[in-house]
């Protein structure tokens, strides 16, 4: 497996960082699965872009009042590392080679045989397959900029970066453990943000396939905000101007009809398909899209996964805070 299921330290932080807030989550126990406390701060324009640091001050000092109002102090933090950053692919590596090798192997065909949209890259890799000739693998790469910034994010606020992840890792690691997909299943998870849409194949419990999609035109400043008047704890969004949105899910739905054919006969050449879809994120309109998606793809299951989990209080977690739970699921 590419992950394991079960986390071993409840006493780390999770973090999840994006365009336009700051989610933090503390597991209390996985088994039962129960959530000790969680929140979210909202992000001014400027301080994110496309997952890149571009005010690491103002950053810090949100993070450090987060940590702050919840007495934390020199903890060990996991992350989600940000999605329009992350290559993710198979690789075939000879066969000879040790697993302590490969990844210097990696660093020597960077250009000739593997082929990155960035330079200076960090790598994680998993073994898929080993044949009489060579080995397969699934590459894990990531700009050594973007996460030396992180780094150096949580060494200002006192935080010791431990685990890194992706996002859809993490969501498929709590749909794992919520019983909605099996390792038979070849599902296709759709990450619905609030300004760009991530899609996933995951294959015998693996990814295959990422993808990340920008949603032209609905930037932070395209949306109105408020704080959660019950709880205090996070916020509602809303599309001042939603026609723009529907615009996009329009061509949403064309680019998953594409991937579920480009599966099926690119990768799989007609032997294998999508057999199920699952749509995650935190964008309130994400019912809308399942809508669209079912109209047109009406042969699959396709589903807006929103399982219920609760705090030690009692209090449902938002569907929006699945992401950071499955990463506090993540095994160290």
């Not at 979210?40 to 450090?64: C, Q, R, T």
């Not at 702050?68 to 903890?75: E, H, Y």
């Not at 073994?127 to 900029?145: G, Q, V, Y």
């Not at 999508?274 to 042969?299: H, R």
């Amino acid at each position: 497996m590419a992950f394991t299921l079960f986390r071993q330290n409840q006493a780390d932080v999770s973090l999840y960082i994006s365009n336009y807030s700051i989610q933090l989550l503390e597991l209390k126990s996985t088994n039962p699965l129960i959530v000790n406390r969680f929140v979210e701060s909202y992000l001014p324009e400027g301080v994110m872009m496309d997952g890149s640091i571009k005010d690491a001050e103002k950053l810090s000092m949100i993070i450090d009042q987060c940590l702050s109002d919840w007495g934390l102090k020199k903890k060990k933090v996991r992350f989600i590392t940000p999605d329009s950053s992350v290559s993710v692919r198979k690789v075939k590596v000879p066969l000879e080679l040790r697993e302590d090798e490969i990844k210097g192997y990696l660093y020597l065909e960077l250009g000739n045989t593997i082929h990155l949209p960035f330079e200076e890259p960090v790598f994680d890799f998993v073994l898929l397959d080993e044949t009489e000739s060579e080995k397969e693998i699934l590459l894990f790469a990531a700009p050594e900029k973007v996460m030396k910034e992180y780094t150096a994010l949580f060494d200002r606020v006192k935080l010791e970066a431990n685990v890194a992840d992706l996002s859809s890792l993490s969501t498929y690691r709590l749909l794992y453990e919520r019983q909605h997909t099996t390792e038979k299943e070849n599902t296709l998870l759709i990450e619905v943000k609030l300004d760009s849409i991530n899609f996933s194949i995951f294959e015998q419990l693996k990814p295959i396939f990422t993808r990340h999609m920008q949603l032209d035109g609905l930037a932070a400043r395209e949306w109105a905000y408020q704080l959660d008047q019950e709880t205090q704890l996070y916020y509602q969004y809303e599309l001042k101007n939603q026609e723009v949105l529907y615009v996009q899910f329009r061509d949403v739905v064309k680019e998953i009809e594409k991937i579920i054919n480009f599966y099926r006969f690119t990768i799989h050449q007609g032997d294998r398909q999508i057999t199920q879809v699952t749509l995650v994120g935190d964008n309130p309109y994400i019912d809308q899209l399942l809508t669209l998606v079912k109209d047109s793809i009406p042969s699959l299951p396709i589903t807006h996964f929103a399982d219920r989990i609760y705090t030690t209080k009692n209090m449902a977690v938002p569907s929006k805070f699945h992401t950071v739970l499955g990463l506090a699921l993540k095994e160290v």
